[in-house]
């Protein structure tokens, strides 16, 4: 059985808001390793200002803590980072995509649409983060539906199955990323909510935010609300966690 283990890849300061944090997922699977986001990593705390640039460090409130990415998660828990084969990203943001030259044999796994919009020059992205030359795997659009959502089948060998599900808005190719448990599933949003509370609260402060760095505000909020729609109707099958709230790691 693949086992699926929570882990904080990077936490962020930004006055006005409560600690958020960088919520990776690591699957564990006979057949190897494999990460849902990486977050922020070795040479981001190594070189920061090289890397990212004060501008958007001051932005993001990045704190640098080595123990605070993926490769280090990964050793504490007695797993090998030489082992991960696989990486999901729901989007190519600087938090979500730092980690990626730590796994340079990994296969990444993305949207068609998001990796387009990164080759494109898109300014919300870090091209240092993806100098290595990622090998890339796309998906395209599909004709499979999950819970009534489009769904992007990833073919892994692993006992658990992965699907990228659009979730479009906050970048133009975000994804949610669902992994079968058993009779249950688990869906990463990414970063289609912020806080587990704009599930219920419509008018929670942090959606200006939201909608400031959002590329499409319009289907962002078709993604959440779509969201509060599986909250609502599908709760006894979907477990759900985002990227940064702290209190669902």
Not at 10 to 26: D, R
Not at 72 to 95: K, M, Q, S, W
Not at 187 to 214: F, I, K, S
Request: net charge negative; glycine share 8%.
């Amino acid at each position: 059985m693949t086992r699926i283990h929570h882990i904080n890849c990077g936490t962020l300061l930004v006055p006005g808001y409560p600690t958020v944090v960088c919520h990776c997922l690591l699957l564990e699977d006979p057949q190897g390793l494999a990460l849902v986001d990486c977050g922020i990593g070795l040479l981001d705390v190594r070189q920061p200002v090289e890397r990212l640039g004060q501008p958007l460090i001051d932005l993001a409130g990045f704190q640098f803590h080595e123990h605070d990415t993926a490769v280090r998660r990964i050793e504490a828990l007695g797993l090998n980072p030489d082992d991960v084969r696989h990486i999901f990203l729901t989007h190519v943001d600087p938090d979500h995509a730092g980690g990626l030259a730590d796994f340079p044999n990994a296969t990444v796994h993305v949207s068609v649409e998001e990796q387009s919009h990164l080759q494109a020059g898109h300014w919300r992205y870090v091209p240092v983060q993806f100098a290595h030359q990622p090998k890339w795997k796309t998906y395209g659009p599909s004709e499979r539906t999950w819970f009534g959502l489009e769904a992007r089948t990833v073919s892994l060998g692993f006992e658990a199955e992965v699907l990228l599900i659009p979730l479009f808005g906050h970048t133009l190719g975000h994804c949610g990323v669902a992994i079968s448990e058993g009779n249950r599933w688990l869906l990463h949003v990414g970063d289609a909510y912020y806080l587990r509370a704009e599930l219920t609260d419509a008018n929670h402060p942090v959606d200006a935010m939201a909608a400031q760095r959002a590329d499409d505000d319009a289907g962002r909020r078709a993604s959440l609300a779509t969201l509060r729609r599986l909250a609502h109707d599908h709760a006894d099958e979907i477990d759900m966690v985002g990227y940064h709230d702290i209190t669902e790691l």
